[in-house]
């Protein structure tokens, strides 16, 4: 912030400086034509020159903003120190980070597809869920709520949702899918990795998005899987 604040310093103290210059002896008086030509002087190509340094320190200021830089234990939160972001991501820049998982645009439209198609199998997936009563599985709930593959839950998964709440997680889905595909070939200067088989699988979702008239039941099943 110290170093923000001394650049905005600095502006407001050259501007000052040139309106004195330019107007202070005639402010009675005022331009009439803007093409009258004239030779800048040698102080106000000084203070061009550092209003131009100034504005290229604020920007740098505010892109090491956007870099993850490594957090003391006393900073770092339980979820930080678990899911260990603040090092994996360590010397990313946050905002490009971010900006590879939003909404794929009009001229994206196999990332289009994708993001249709995962709002589809997530929307399908409660719709099951719903269903386990109908059906008699009762003890599938348990198993869904658990987060352990030999052990069910105590309690079982919830079947009831506000419409809200839904596509809220349809949405965190349909952009962390959007992200793996966008970071796929460049994971290592993402940041992330995948297992050679995750790697295939988000490759050969890529493929078929590619190709013409892509069945929807066929790109669902590799979305769901």
Request: proline share 2%; hydrophobic share 35%.
């Amino acid at each position: 912030m110290e170093k923000s604040s001394s650049s905005n310093i600095l502006q407001r103290y050259i501007y000052t400086n040139l309106m004195t210059e330019f107007i202070g002896a005639n402010l009675k008086y005022f331009a009439v034509s803007s093409h009258v030509g004239y030779e800048p002087t040698s102080s106000q190509l000084i203070m061009e020159d550092l209003l131009s340094t100034a504005l290229e320190q604020d920007k740098e200021y505010e892109r090491q903003l956007n870099i993850a830089k490594e957090s003391t234990h006393v900073t770092l939160t339980p979820w930080l120190r678990r899911t260990g972001w603040t090092l994996r991501f360590l010397g990313q820049n946050m905002l490009d980070l971010s900006g590879m998982t939003k909404k794929p645009t009009a001229g994206e439209e196999g990332l289009v597809e994708v993001w249709n198609s995962v709002e589809r199998t997530v929307k399908r997936s409660f719709e099951g869920v719903k269903d386990c009563d109908a059906r008699g599985w009762h003890l599938i709930l348990f198993w869904l709520a658990s987060s352990q593959g030999d052990t069910e839950a105590s309690q079982p998964f919830r079947q009831h949702f506000t419409d809200n709440t839904i596509s809220r997680y349809v949405s965190y889905w349909q952009r962390f899918i959007c992200f793996c595909l966008r970071a796929v070939e460049s994971s290592d200067e993402c940041g992330v990795e995948f297992r050679p088989m995750q790697k295939n699988m988000l490759l050969e979702v890529r493929s078929k998005v590619e190709l013409d008239n892509v069945m929807e039941e066929v790109l669902d099943a590799d979305v769901t899987a």
